[in-house]
Nanobody, 125 residues
Framework: VQLQASGGGLVRAGGSLRLSCAAS????????MGWFRQAPGKEREFVAAIRWGGSSTYIADSVRGRFTISKDNAKNTVNLQMNSLKPEDTAVYYC???????????????????WGQGTLVTVSS
């Protein structure tokens, strides 16, 4: 499994960014794809997840209502649309994958076995 994250950058508070994760190396039916983030000095935390084989999603409380996760099966990408960004959203964002039928459980970093490199999101105040 290869995951390649992109789309990070510098944005002002209140702005938007769209992250993409290109997935390759196998078929992802039966997988859950996730986005995590890690701020300096903090643990990696769950942000959002989506089932590859359906449309079920799960969003962390801290970003619900501002972030949405989606996928493009034709392009084998998983996207994270981030709106109304806040300085506390500043972090390195990672995409990850795990084989599971459940999108709303097992959402710690240790539950995901495949990871892409991170993409830095910086939100200025």
């Amino acid at each position: 499994v290869q995951l390649q994250a992109s789309g990070g950058g510098l944005v002002r508070a209140g702005g938007s960014l769209r992250l993409s994760c290109a997935a390759s190396g196998r078929t992802f039916s039966g997988y859950v794809m996730g986005w995590f983030r890690q701020a300096p000095g903090k643990e990696r935390e769950f942000v959002a997840a989506i089932r590859w084989g359906g449309s079920s999603t799960y969003i962390a409380d801290s970003v619900r209502g501002r972030f949405t996760i989606s996928k493009d099966n034709a392009k084998n990408t998983v996207n994270l649309q981030m709106n109304s960004l806040k300085p506390e959203d500043t972090a390195v964002y990672y995409c990850a994958a795990k084989r599971s039928p459940y999108v709303d459980s097992g959402l710690t970093a240790g539950d995901f076995g495949s990871w892409g490199q991170g993409t830095l999101v910086t939100v200025s105040s």
